[in-house]
Structures are given as structure tokens and as C-alpha cells.
């Protein structure tokens, strides 16, 4: 775990250095778009840490607590500065629009995947139902027969 936390603040701290080094330079924002990219992945690996460990162990291990609660927080300012440095360098309001657009992309992508999970189960109902028809007739069949069978034998 404190590994994966390290990795990503790393994430964090490299994409803000590359940004750092490149914004003053940059025509536009797709230009550092990989960096912004690495950002948010690497916040979001420190917030997926901090979610996964949500009790403390017998001996209190306030030492993890503590540097999760500091990494979490180191990610906010980093991406509090990367905020301030876009709206600075391409205008106010840029960064909300790229963090709104990012939202509606994820929402999107979770609506799909929920659809997509939808469809599935509905499919593997409608596969169960024709095995359970399926079944159904071949009971009926096998019924029948041995009825016509017993009826013959009786003749």
C-alpha cells in the first residue's frame, strides 16, 4: 500500500514538474495534456489508497493515517497549483472547463459500461429462458412419450 501511495504522488509530482517546465511555452492546452492526464491518475491512485484503508490497525498505525491524510492533501495543492498555472497561462475558467469536461467524460464512460452490464444480463437471461423452454419441451416430449408408450403396451 505505501508503495502504491508513493507512486502516486510521484505521478503527481512528475506531472507537475513537466507541466512546470513546459507551461510558458505551450501554444495550447494539448500540449500538456498527457501531463494533466498523469495528474489526475496519480490523485486518483492517492485517493483510491486512502478509500482501501479505512480503519486503523490494533496498534493505532497513526503513522499511515497521518501520510495518507498529507498525501491526499499534497495532491489537492498540486492540483490546486496546475489549476492556477492553466488559468494564468490560457486563461480564467480554462481549468474548470477542462475538469468539467473531464466529469462529463467519466460519467459518460460509466453510463456505457452500466448499458453495457444491462445488456449483458438481459442476454444471459434470455438465454436462460430458451434453455429453461428448451427443458420444458424436452420434459413434455419425454412425458408424452412414455404416455403413448403405456397406452400401447395396454392395447
Do not use: C, P
Not at 486563461?91 to 468539467?100: A, E, P
Amino acid at each position: 500500500m505505501i508503495a502504491e501511495t508513493m507512486a502516486g504522488i510521484a505521478l503527481v509530482k512528475g506531472a507537475v514538474d513537466g507541466i512546470k517546465s513546459i507551461i510558458g511555452t505551450a501554444n495550447d492546452v494539448s500540449e500538456i495534456a498527457g501531463y494533466i492526464d498523469k495528474l489526475f491518475e496519480g490523485e486518483k491512485q492517492v485517493q483510491q489508497i486512502r478509500n482501501k484503508k479505512s480503519g486503523v490497525n490494533n496498534f493505532g498505525d497513526i503513522g499511515g493515517v497521518a501520510s495518507e491524510v498529507i498525501d491526499a492533501r499534497l495532491a489537492a495543492e498540486k492540483l490546486q497549483e496546475v489549476a492556477t498555472m492553466v488559468d494564468m497561462r490560457f486563461g480564467h475558467g480554462t481549468w474548470k472547463s477542462i475538469v468539467d469536461e473531464r466529469a462529463r467524460r467519466i460519467q459518460e464512460q460509466k453510463a456505457k459500461e452500466a448499458e453495457l452490464k444491462r445488456a449483458q444480463f438481459k442476454k444471459a437471461q434470455e438465454f436462460e429462458d430458451m434453455i429453461q423452454g428448451i427443458l420444458i419441451a424436452v420434459a413434455v416430449a419425454v412425458v408424452a412419450m412414455g404416455l403413448l408408450i403405456a397406452v400401447f403396451m395396454y392395447v
